[in-house]
């Protein structure tokens, strides 16, 4: 079945009314529900005359109320001094960013902090001159275990002096992206034929300041070979273009708070027995609407970060993929620049084309292993790595399943419009299980227990078959919006 079969428009029609009523319905029960909650907690009369928020999400309001100074101050020096430097002096750009970065490191972490971060990469990058994969991936892995494993995070975390609230925050976000960051220079070190990088190369790389503490990851080759450039142009209506995605990330920043104010998506899950007189539907939607916010959360915080990145001529990762656009488990990811790290190093370098049963089992399981490490071990962490992993070999299994006869012949009988109806379906139920796997990180396992009970077992069979329904309505949208892409795709091409 090939990506550009389509579907009548009246069947595209009914599909999107019936998603748009779905969330609209379910949008209006959490909505409810939110407002049951505020007069649970304060009382109806004090609901009524504050503007309450959503307080939960400790990482919204870590970056948009303690820590929205230091982002404002930070990056708004880095953009000037990169401006001046990119009119000025073009081919030294890369030392003013790694001295500013440097400096941004050191006045607000501390001396200590800088030296351990400069002891692993001093360690790392001497093991990159025995130009062996294996070691690097041993050392790189050891040196991220020192950061996520205890004692060992804790005894050097002791050795950063001050008591501030971003301190914890600061610390493991920029010590573990700064270790897969030395991890990708030193493959990319034994990949080099001629000689070694230097390791100059190596902290102009690790301290540009905009992906130091919360990345994205972007693979030594890649920025190597852009912050290089002597000659800095900027592409037809580039721009403009950066211009508009800046206006829509703040955008989003103000939606996004005044949501708050309205959906308690993440308070209510943390009441279990306020949870358990939910209906079907508001559960469903909660649960996807945790979903669909921490990608906002992630695309926001990306977002930014990237359009600083742009502004300096680079071209980095892009904002994760919406997961209302999402039905298979090899698209999902809420870090695009963690997934282009694993998919090169290991997912790919090991699963090779993707078709044999065996290397997709011995990728994945890699992949994941690493994840959980990158992640920190934990109960919860184990629970979604194993889930996610088998989720994504399932998919491989079913594939090759339904390639045999007589499936196959079946499927080439058919029309390519049914054929698509039918994959529809399946479609729809790997969407649930990709929303009931994450949904236990995102939140908690005993609220995706209980939605996976309430939706599979107790709803069983009206709530099933039509969420269900529903979903699969959903998925035939993202289907027809990858068509279009794909005839858009071909038009520039041919042009």
Same mark, same amino acid.
């Given at each position: 079945?090939?990506?550009?079969?389509?579907?009548?428009?009246?069947?595209?029609?009914?599909?999107?009314?019936?998603?748009?009523?779905?969330?609209?319905?379910?949008?209006?029960?959490?909505?409810?529900?939110?407002?049951?909650?505020?007069?649970?907690?304060?009382?109806?009369?004090?609901?009524?005359?504050?503007?309450?928020?959503?307080?939960?999400?400790?990482?919204?309001?870590?970056?948009?109320?303690?820590?929205?100074?230091?982002?404002?101050?930070?990056?708004?020096?880095?953009?000037?001094?990169?401006?001046?430097?990119?009119?000025?002096?073009?081919?030294?750009?890369?030392?003013?960013?790694?001295?500013?970065?440097?400096?941004?490191?050191?006045?607000?972490?501390?001396?200590?902090?800088?030296?351990?971060?400069?002891?692993?990469?001093?360690?790392?990058?001497?093991?990159?001159?025995?130009?062996?994969?294996?070691?690097?991936?041993?050392?790189?892995?050891?040196?991220?275990?020192?950061?996520?494993?205890?004692?060992?995070?804790?005894?050097?975390?002791?050795?950063?002096?001050?008591?501030?609230?971003?301190?914890?925050?600061?610390?493991?976000?920029?010590?573990?992206?700064?270790?897969?960051?030395?991890?990708?220079?030193?493959?990319?070190?034994?990949?080099?034929?001629?000689?070694?990088?230097?390791?100059?190369?190596?902290?102009?790389?690790?301290?540009?300041?905009?992906?130091?503490?919360?990345?994205?990851?972007?693979?030594?080759?890649?920025?190597?070979?852009?912050?290089?450039?002597?000659?800095?142009?900027?592409?037809?209506?580039?721009?403009?273009?950066?211009?508009?995605?800046?206006?829509?990330?703040?955008?989003?920043?103000?939606?996004?708070?005044?949501?708050?104010?309205?959906?308690?998506?993440?308070?209510?899950?943390?009441?279990?027995?306020?949870?358990?007189?939910?209906?079907?539907?508001?559960?469903?939607?909660?649960?996807?609407?945790?979903? #669909?916010?921490?990608?906002?959360?992630?695309?926001?915080?990306?977002?930014?970060?990237?359009?600083?990145?742009?502004?300096?001529?680079?071209?980095?990762?892009?904002?994760?993929?919406?997961?209302?656009?999402?039905? #298979?488990?090899?698209?999902?990811?809420?870090?695009?620049?963690?997934?282009?790290?694993?998919?090169?190093?290991?997912?790919?370098?090991?699963?090779?084309?993707?078709?044999?049963?065996?290397?997709?089992?011995?990728?994945?399981?890699?992949?994941?292993?690493?994840?959980?490490?990158?992640?920190?071990?934990?109960?919860?962490?184990?629970?979604?790595?194993?889930?996610?992993?088998?989720?994504?070999?399932?998919?491989?299994?079913?594939?090759?399943?339904?390639?045999?006869?007589?499936?196959?012949?079946?499927?080439?009988?058919?029309?390519?419009?049914?054929?698509?109806?039918?994959?529809?379906?399946?479609?729809?139920?790997?969407?649930?299980?990709?929303?009931?796997?994450?949904?236990?990180?995102?939140?908690?396992?005993?609220?995706?227990?209980?939605?996976?009970?309430?939706?599979?077992?107790?709803?069983?069979?009206?709530?099933?078959?039509?969420?269900?329904?529903?979903?699969?309505?959903?998925?035939?949208?993202?289907?027809?919006?990858?068509?279009?892409?794909?005839?858009?795709?071909?038009?520039?091409?041919?042009?």
């Amino acid at each position: 079945m090939g990506i550009k079969a389509a579907l009548p428009s009246y069947e595209l029609g009914l599909y999107a009314l019936v998603v748009l009523c779905a969330i609209a319905y379910s949008g209006q029960e959490i909505f409810e529900c939110s407002q049951v909650a505020v007069n649970v907690r304060v009382g109806a009369f004090m609901a009524s005359v504050l503007s309450l928020q959503d307080t939960a999400d400790f990482e919204w309001a870590m970056w948009f109320t303690s820590f929205r100074n230091f982002i404002i101050f930070a990056l708004s020096g880095h953009v000037l001094f990169a401006k001046i430097c990119s009119m000025t002096v073009p081919q030294h750009r890369s030392v003013v960013y790694m001295v500013y970065g440097i400096l941004a490191v050191l006045g607000t972490m501390g001396s200590s902090y800088l030296m351990i971060i400069l002891s692993h990469c001093l360690v790392l990058y001497t093991v990159s001159l025995v130009k062996q994969k294996w070691l690097c991936f041993v050392a790189g892995l050891c040196s991220l275990a020192s950061f996520k494993v205890e004692p060992f995070n804790t005894w050097q975390n002791g050795f950063v002096t001050g008591t501030f609230d971003l301190q914890d925050v600061l610390f493991y976000g920029g010590s573990g992206f700064s270790i897969m960051r030395c991890m990708s220079f030193a493959l990319e070190n034994c990949e080099r034929k001629d000689g070694n990088y230097s390791i100059f190369a190596l902290l102009k790389y690790n301290f540009y300041l905009p992906f130091f503490f919360f990345g994205p990851v972007m693979t030594f080759d890649r920025f190597h070979d852009q912050v290089n450039i002597s000659e800095l142009r900027r592409k037809e209506n580039e721009m403009w273009h950066i211009r508009v995605h800046a206006v829509v990330h703040l955008a989003a920043i103000v939606a996004v708070d005044v949501f708050f104010h309205f959906f308690y998506i993440l308070t209510i899950p943390s009441d279990m027995k306020f949870v358990n007189r939910l209906s079907d539907w508001a559960l469903a939607g909660l649960a996807y609407s945790n979903l #669909v916010y921490d990608w906002v959360k992630a695309a926001v915080m990306f977002g930014v970060i990237n359009t600083i990145a742009r502004l300096d001529h680079l071209d980095p990762p892009q904002p994760p993929k919406c997961i209302t656009m999402l039905y #298979v488990f090899a698209e999902t990811h809420f870090d695009r620049g963690i997934n282009d790290w694993l998919c090169k190093y290991v997912y790919d370098y090991i699963g090779e084309n993707h078709d044999n049963i065996l290397k997709e089992l011995v990728a994945t399981v890699s992949t994941f292993l690493i994840t959980t490490l990158w992640l920190g071990p934990c109960e919860i962490v184990y629970i979604w790595s194993i889930c996610n992993c088998f989720g994504l070999n399932f998919e491989l299994w079913v594939q090759q399943f339904f390639q045999l006869n007589p499936f196959a012949g079946m499927e080439a009988n058919m029309s390519e419009a049914m054929s698509r109806r039918i994959r529809g379906f399946f479609g729809a139920a790997n969407f649930w299980a990709i929303v009931l796997y994450n949904i236990l990180a995102l939140n908690s396992l005993d609220f995706a227990l209980l939605v996976t009970r309430r939706i599979l077992q107790i709803g069983f069979p009206l709530s099933t078959l039509s969420i269900w329904f529903i979903t699969y309505c959903g998925v035939q949208l993202i289907k027809e919006r990858e068509r279009w892409l794909a005839i858009q795709e071909e038009k520039e091409k041919a042009e």
